[in-house]
């Protein structure tokens, strides 16, 4: 094999193991430093894979300095990477580009943003590079790594806790502290609305709807991914807020549409009844189940009372109870055997 192949080769082969590397620290259920190492990983990745570009298409650039001690940065081999790839499709590879050099950003920076809640920006960028670089490899080197390697990609395993339009408000960044976090953020929300006046489509950050049916016999077809339309999305980005119900007159008020209520009192008093006969051995529906159904209603972290009509004076109402009722009336019955 010829030296330039060889180089070549050996780039793709280490940019493919640390994009796996990248993939396989993500989908962990529980790790720390997760994007401080996935990013890491996905930024290396990409180096390598640019490298191994310029080296097979852009014979005119060496992908080491002058000496050829070291190789070229990875701000070099980006730009030597655009360069060429818009001299034949101009604005293809901005939105790469942009990508890349925000999660670079992120990685140069990461000491600035610790106290800082940023995933779900790291994540929607991190995501982005991760689908672009399966298309990238796939185009340039006729590599199918989905295919060949019989794995996945980011972040699956992991549904999508929000959703990408949910962060794209006039509020801004400002529940953001730090003014390197807010910068980062801005900087996004530029990029974004730069990317749509230069007529780009596609767009930096990426949100997914992931359905899984069997790992194994995973196909493209088993990913049904979201993507944002972000042309029409204002540009700035505005926290998520998590939202616990209790009873406390001070607490501040949010107003909460039925799909929210049913995602967290799913539960009739049928299915809890079900749940708990499952559960507890010599369960019975008596007296003893009332009394402590009763003394769940008291809180409302365990079942909310929903009106027919919420208008109407009359006091018509359903009870929907949370999971975490099921779990206090098993605690209950443990506790309190002389009901």
Sequence with gaps: MA????????????SICAYFGAIEIHNKPKISY????????????WELLLKAFIKKYVKNKSIFEDKEEHTISFCKAINYTEEYINSIKPKSFMSIKENLILIEDYRNNIVHFY?????????????????????????????????????????????????????????????ISSKESKEFITKMVNVISDLGDKGVEDTIVVGFDIYLENIKKMTNSDL????????????????????????????????????????????????VSKCCKNRLKDFKQDKKFNEIIKHVKDGSQYCYNRKLNPKSKTIVATTFYSQLAVEEIIKE?????EI
Excluded: C, W
């Excluded at 030296?3 to 280490?14: C, D, P």
């Excluded at 670089?133 to 390697?149: A, L, P, Q």
């Excluded at 019955?333 to 055997?337: A, R």
């Design 34 to 45: 997760r994007y401080e190492t996935v990013t890491l990983l996905m930024m290396n990745a």
């Design 3 to 14: 030296k330039r192949k060889m180089i070549q080769s050996n780039l793709i082969k280490n």
């Design 224 to 271: 049904k991914v979201a993507i944002t339309n972000l042309d029409n999305a204002d540009a700035t980005f505005t926290k998520v807020q998590k939202v616990q119900i209790v009873n406390d007159s001070n607490a501040q008020k949010m107003q909460l549409s039925d799909d929210e209520l049913f995602a967290r009192y799913p539960l009739t008093y049928k299915e």
């Design 333 to 337: 019955y443990g506790v309190n055997s």
């Design 115 to 175: 106290n800082e809640q940023l995933e779900p920006y790291i994540f929607m960028l991190t995501a982005k590079a991760a689908l672009n670089y399966v298309e990238f490899i796939n185009t340039y080197f006729d590599k199918d790594i989905m295919d060949n390697e019989g794995l996945f990609i980011l972040p699956l395993g992991f549904k999508l806790p929000f959703k990408p339009e949910d962060f794209l408000t006039h509020k801004a960044a400002k529940y």
